[in-house]
Structure formats: structure tokens, C-alpha cells
């Protein structure tokens, strides 16, 4: 499993090739040695977004805690 940090690093390193115009997925991974399934994979995500940041929406669903469940349950149930 690849860490954060080296996420991160793989981010800058294929952002910086992008920019220098260096668009192709072979060069930059004989410049980098990041896997070319990573750099197809944020290619394709820099041309659709323009950017490499994180897509918000695909985590975990929020769980309520009890607080929570009872201002949901008592906003809720005087509406019906």
C-alpha cells in the first residue's frame, strides 16, 4: 500500500511534468518511476478536472451519534 506522503509526492511530480508540457505517460514515468497505472489514472483526472485534488462525495457515510439522532428525530417528527 503506498502512503499518503508518497501520494502526495506522485501529485507534485506528475503536476510539475504536466505543466512543463511533458503530456505523455511513458516519459513521465521514465523520469519518475511512478507506476503508469497511477499516471494514466491522474492524467485522465487532470484533463476532466484540471486539477489532482480529492473528489468530495465518495467516503463513507456520516453515522449520527445520539445528540444528533434526537434534534433529527424531533425536527422530523413534528413536520408530519
Same mark, same amino acid.
Given at each position: 500500500m503506498t502512503s499518503s506522503g508518497d501520494l502526495k509526492n506522485h501529485h507534485i511530480s506528475i503536476l510539475h511534468h504536466w505543466n512543463k508540457d511533458i503530456r505523455s505517460a511513458p516519459a513521465i514515468h521514465r523520469e519518475?518511476? *511512478?507506476?503508469?497505472?497511477? *499516471?494514466?489514472? =491522474?492524467?485522465?483526472?487532470?484533463?476532466?478536472?484540471?486539477?489532482?485534488?480529492?473528489?468530495?462525495?465518495?467516503?463513507?457515510?456520516?453515522?449520527? =451519534?445520539? *445528540?444528533?439522532?434526537?434534534?433529527?428525530?424531533? *425536527?422530523?417528527?413534528?413536520e408530519q
Open positions: 519518475t518511476n *511512478i507506476p503508469l497505472r497511477t *499516471i494514466y489514472y =491522474n492524467i485522465n483526472k487532470l484533463k476532466q478536472t484540471n486539477s489532482l485534488k480529492h473528489r468530495d462525495g465518495n467516503s463513507r457515510q456520516h453515522v449520527l =451519534n445520539g *445528540i444528533e439522532k434526537k434534534s433529527y428525530w424531533s *425536527i422530523y417528527s413534528t
